[in-house]
């Protein structure tokens, strides 16, 4: 598998305002440090190597398998739509599949393509990476990405901005609180 982000979030979670607000700060003398620990900790949580293995605003990726499986399951939940898949037929010619070649599942917690009624996948050539799915994640727009998602950020920055020089180390009692808002979010795998 490979899973590559191909255009980021055009916003973050929390906006400075939000940020500025749990922190109290009325000028803007700090505006950069604060948009700065909004990013680390938007960091910490979202996409491929974020603590929660979802895309949290909206943001396109593209993942590559080997070859076309019964059932794609893409990573980076929740799924928003997907935007292409692209194939080496074999004879090592790249090809488009037409929408209606495919159906994606969105309701699920792990969005997932599966061929169209009475259609087979395409048998491609054998190398790795000869699928590649363009798909777009995340819960939309910052203002619907879960609020405790959205706390678990401010309180991060909190701590950080008032113990600066302690990126990723929290007193125990604001780790666990972290924790237990995140334990809902978290995709788990088994």
Known sequence: MNLERTTPPAEAPVTL????????????????????????????LDGRNGM???????????YKIHAFPRSIELPLPPLQAVSSITYLDTAGVSQT??????????????????????????????IEYAV????????????AVPRTIKQAILMMITHWFY????????????????????????????
Request: glycine share 10%.
């Open 132 to 143: 590649t799915v363009n798909f777009t994640a995340g819960y939309g727009a910052a203002i």
């Open 52 to 62: 929660l293995g979802r895309a949290v605003v909206t943001q396109a990726w593209r």
């Open 97 to 126: 599949l037409a929408a209606d070649q495919y159906i994606v599942d969105t309701g699920t917690f792990v969005g997932r393509i599966r061929p169209a009624y009475n259609i087979v996948w395409p048998v491609t050539l054998p």
């Open 163 to 190: 113990n600066r020089g302690s990126i990723g180390a929290m007193p125990e009692g604001t780790q666990l609180a972290v924790e237990a808002l995140l334990s809902g979010e978290r995709l788990m795998t088994v």
């Open 17 to 44: 305002a939000e940020a500025k607000a749990q922190l109290r700060v009325l000028t803007s003398d700090e505006d950069t440090l604060i948009g700065a620990l909004v990013d680390t900790a938007t960091a910490l």
